[in-house]
C-alpha cells in the first residue's frame, strides 16, 4: 500500500501522511495494540492518565470497522485532551453478541452535546458520526456539565457467510 499525503489534488510520497504510524500499528498488530499505542503517546503529551480494555473478542472486528472504531477513538480522545481537562480517560473496545462497541469515558467538565452540535458542525461529533455512518453504525455521546463524557460507538457485524453446502442442507 502507498502511503502520502493528498496535497492539493495530488498524492505527495515524499511526506508520510500524519498519523501514519498509528496506521501500521492498526494494520499490522489490530485495534486493541493501536488503542494502546495511542494511549502512550497521548499520555506522554500530558498529564493524563488513559485506560485501554480491550476485550478478547476484539480480534472479531474486521479491518474497516476497525480503522473506523480508531478514529472515533482518537477525536474523542482529542477532544478530552483540548477541552474537557480531563485527568482520567477510559477506552473500552470488544463485540457483544454481533455488534462491535467502543467506548469512550472522560472525567472532564462536560458539555451540552445540543449546543456543541449547533456551535461547531462539520467538526469532531459530527465528524465521528460520518464515520460512523460509513460502516452502519451508531454513535451516542452522553455529557452534562460538570459530568465529563461518555463517547460509544456501536456497529453491527455481518453475519458469517453461509457456504453453499450449509444453504443445500436447509433448502431440502
Not at 5 to 24: C, F, M, S
Not at 96 to 107: F, N, Q
Not at 114 to 132: I, Y
Request: glycine share 10%; with cysteine.
Amino acid at each position: 500500500m502507498v502511503r502520502g499525503q493528498l496535497v492539493q489534488g495530488t498524492l505527495d510520497l515524499r511526506r508520510p501522511a500524519r498519523g501514519d504510524q498509528h496506521g501500521r500499528v492498526l494494520d499490522d498488530l489490530g485495534l486493541g495494540a493501536a488503542l494502546q499505542h495511542l494511549s502512550r503517546e497521548s499520555e506522554a503529551r500530558g498529564s493524563i492518565r488513559i485506560e485501554v480494555v480491550v476485550e478478547d473478542s476484539a480480534h472479531q472486528i474486521g479491518p474497516s470497522v476497525s480503522s473506523v472504531l480508531y478514529r472515533v477513538a482518537q477525536e474523542a480522545l482529542n477532544n478530552a485532551l483540548r477541552h474537557a481537562n480531563a485527568t482520567c480517560v477510559m477506552m473500552r473496545a470488544g463485540v457483544t453478541g454481533r455488534v462491535a462497541r467502543l467506548e469512550v469515558s472522560d472525567d472532564g467538565v462536560g458539555f451540552l452535546t445540543d449546543d456543541a452540535d449547533r456551535r461547531r458542525p462539520g467538526m469532531g461529533l459530527f465528524t465521528m458520526r460520518e464515520r460512523m455512518a460509513l460502516v452502519d453504525g451508531a454513535l451516542e455521546v452522553e455529557s452534562a456539565p460538570g459530568r465529563g463524557t461518555r463517547v460509544i460507538a456501536s456497529v453491527p457485524l455481518l453475519a458469517p457467510a453461509r457456504t453453499a453446502a450449509s444453504s443445500e442442507t436447509t433448502a431440502t
